[in-house]
Structures are given as structure tokens and as C-alpha cells.
């Protein structure tokens, strides 16, 4: 599977983004689909994810009540609604596809930024 994320750019604290993550070669409905996001001198962190099967899914902390996962399977695509943006929100974040134990593909991420 290919995948292609989208929808970053710059917005003011409080504002909102929703990523896209377009997948190719094979359906989302394969796999265990997730965002991650990596922040300038810092390691990558898992944000959110969404099973195969679309009914469970499961988020960070830090982002749990502000952020929603989601996928539509006639587009063949995932979606991130951030919403209440923080500054420390500012990463660059990546959709990745697990089919077993590991995410093995990856997106080529997004640049998200949230001025104060």
C-alpha cells in the first residue's frame, strides 16, 4: 500500500486541520491505520489509531478530546479532525498502515503548525 498525507499547514492556536491520508495499491479496510507526529529535535510519538474493522479506536493523551480519527472506505482514505489546536501541536505528522505487528508504511507526512 502507498500513502499520501495532506492537509497541513499554519494556523492559529484554538483553530482546527483535518489531515488526509489517501491510501493506494490496497484498501484501508486492511489494515490498522494510525497518525503519528514528530516534533523539530524530537523522537516520532503515536497520535491516533483506527482498527481494520473501523470500530475501535484510541488516542494519545494529549490529544484525546480534541482529536478524531476516521477513515471512509469508498475513498480509500484516513482522516485526522484536530480541533482546539496547541502550539505543541506544531509536527511534522505522518499516516502509517500496520498489517501484523509493525507499521510498515508510511506516509511522506505533513507539516502542521499552530502559531500562538
Known amino acids: 500500500v502507498q500513502l499520501q498525507a495532506s492537509g497541513g499547514g499554519l494556523v492559529q492556536a484554538g483553530g482546527s486541520l483535518r489531515l488526509s491520508c489517501a491510501a493506494s495499491g490496497r484498501t484501508v479496510d486492511s489494515y490498522d491505520m494510525a497518525w503519528f507526529r514528530q516534533a523539530p529535535g524530537k523522537e516520532r510519538d503515536f497520535v491516533a489509531t483506527i482498527n481494520k474493522y473501523g470500530d475501535d479506536t484510541y488516542y494519545t493523551d494529549s490529544v484525546k478530546g480534541r482529536f478524531t480519527i476516521s477513515r471512509d472506505s469508498a475513498k480509500n482514505t484516513v482522516y485526522l479532525q484536530m480541533n482546539s489546536l496547541k502550539p505543541e501541536d506544531t509536527a511534522v505528522y505522518y499516516c502509517?498502515?500496520?498489517?501484523?505487528?509493525?507499521?510498515?508504511?508510511w506516509g511522506q507526512g505533513t507539516q502542521v503548525t499552530v502559531s500562538s
Open positions: 502509517a498502515a500496520r498489517d501484523q505487528v509493525n507499521y510498515d508504511y
